[in-house]
Every structure is written in structure tokens, then in C-alpha cells.
Nanobody, 113 residues
Framework: QVQLVESGGGLVQPGGSLRLSCAAS????????MAWYRQAPGKQRELVAT???????NYADSVKGRFTISRDNANNSVYLHIDNLKPEDTAVYYC???????WGRGTQVTVSS
């Protein structure tokens, strides 16, 4: 059974940083494209970043330059480092096995002074 567990969210002041983690219980993790999404209050879930098995990375235009996705295949984990957090980054952040119905429960990120 596939399980994704996100962690690392919290309340952060504008300009701060966070590192989100996603631990994946999935066979052959290294073969999968992994993704981070986020859903802000009252808005649709949006794709933030993907990282392919090859290491190729894509970011949403809205987060380029501040978000960094990475993965550790030895530990079946994917990460999202966020710098210079802004109030508009406030959302629940979800881990996803790309193009599948496998989702974590999310981790809340709140950016507020």
C-alpha cells in the first residue's frame, strides 16, 4: 500500500524559510516522478514543482527562484525548500506521486507576522 507522509509545515514570518519533507512508502521510489502541490484557502490545488527520476525539475512560474525541490532515493523521500516565504504561500502543501491518485494528507504552511 502506497503511503505518503508530509511534514515540516508551520507558522513562519514573512521572509522566513521552511523545508517540507515527504516520506514515501512505495516500491521502486526512484523510478517515479514526484510532485508537490499546494492548496490555499478558497483556491484550487495547484502544482508547485516536479522532480523526475532523472533529476529533471520543473517549477510553477509563481515559485521559481524561491522553491527548491529535491529527492533522496535512498530514503524514499522528496523535499521542498522554500525561501523568502510570502503570505500568499499560505496553503496546505501536498506530496504526490505524479499522475497517480497517491496523495499525502498535507502539511499546513502559514506565513504571517
Amino acid at each position: 500500500q502506497v503511503q505518503l507522509v508530509e511534514s515540516g509545515g508551520g507558522l513562519v514570518q514573512p521572509g522566513g524559510s521552511l523545508r517540507l519533507s515527504c516520506a514515501a512508502s512505495i516500491l521502486s521510489f526512484s523510478r517515479y516522478v514526484m510532485a508537490w502541490y499546494r492548496q490555499a484557502p478558497g483556491k484550487q490545488r495547484e502544482l508547485v514543482a516536479t522532480i523526475e527520476a532523472s533529476g529533471r525539475i520543473n517549477y510553477a512560474d509563481s515559485v521559481k527562484g524561491r522553491f527548491t525541490i529535491s529527492r533522496d532515493n535512498a530514503n524514499n523521500s522528496v523535499y521542498l525548500h522554500i525561501d523568502n516565504l510570502k503570505p500568499e504561500d499560505t496553503a496546505v502543501y501536498y506530496c504526490n506521486v505524479w499522475a497517480t491518485a497517491y496523495w499525502g494528507r498535507g502539511t499546513q504552511v502559514t506565513v504571517s507576522s
